[in-house]
T-cell receptor
Framework: DAGITQSPRHKVTETGTPVTLRCHQTENHRYMYWYRQDPGHGLRLIHYSYGVKDTDKGEVSDGYSVSRSKTEDFLLTLESATSSQTSVYFC?????????????FGQGTRLTVV | KNQVEQSPQSLIILEGKNCTLQCNYTVSPFSNLRWYKQDTGRGPVSLTIMTFSENTKSNGRYTATLDADTKQSSLHITASQLSDSASYICVVSPYNNNDMRFGAGTRLTVKP
């Protein structure tokens, strides 16, 4: 899995609680991404980072925040989890944003908000 | 409406048979098209990447084709194996990796 570790792999949390998912890479890639995957939908981009402290919003960023204080770590935070955020979350990394560059995905975190 | 549509949604074939998965897209402009394989409980893994100037790309028993004029791509799997059972995802980028548009995938089951 190209040196990407997501933690935790599974989490159940209650509505209204904060949740932080972690993505750790050992490839020293500049770009890191957070996606969510829901049944019947393709993966959708939440946020991405193009360097330490440099982040930008994706298609479905509402209710999520991110931080990247080190090249290797990209954190996704749900400030106040809602049931609509029940999903499988994937982190991806890429050496550059150029269109022909490979993007590698982590194994995913299954989050259930009850 | 999703800009990347895949068909069929699911497919069951017998081991050793060939199959073809379809991807139609409306994404514009066009930078590249990728096919990913996603095993159950795992992240997607890249099979092929094609730019507009490429109309075919192979990776072992997997062959992807691209018709940029009709905005269609197909993934052909030859001599299927049980390990081919997975979801296959078509991804189209208008510009770069920051803007990849994912199809919902085709779920392939290969039976012995």
């Amino acid at each position: 899995d190209a040196g990407i570790t997501q933690s935790p792999r599974h989490k159940v949390t209650e509505t209204g609680t904060p949740v932080t998912l972690r993505c750790h890479q050992t490839e020293n890639h500049r770009y890191m991404y957070w996606y969510r995957q829901d049944p019947g939908h393709g993966l959708r981009l939440i946020h991405y980072s193009y360097g330490v402290k440099d982040t930008d919003k994706g298609e479905v960023s509402d209710g999520y925040s991110v931080s990247r204080s080190k090249t290797e770590d990209f954190l996704l935070t749900l400030e106040s989890a809602t049931s609509s955020q029940t999903s499988v979350y994937f982190c991806a990394i890429s050496e550059s944003s150029e269109g022909y560059t490979e993007a590698f995905f982590g194994q995913g975190t299954r989050l259930t908000v009850v | 409406k999703n800009q990347v549509e895949q068909s069929p949604q699911s497919l069951i074939i017998l081991e050793g048979k060939n199959c073809t998965l379809q991807c139609n897209y409306t994404v514009s402009p066009f930078s590249n098209l990728r096919w990913y394989k996603q095993d159950t409980g795992r992240g997607p893994v890249s099979l092929t990447i094609m730019t507009f100037s490429e109309n075919t790309k192979s990776n072992g028993r997997y062959t992807a084709t691209l018709d940029a004029d009709t905005k269609q791509s197909s993934l052909h799997i030859t001599a299927s194996q049980l390990s081919d059972s997975a979801s296959y995802i078509c991804v189209v980028s208008p510009y770069n990796n920051n803007d990849m548009r994912f199809g919902a995938g085709t779920r392939l089951t290969v039976k012995p």
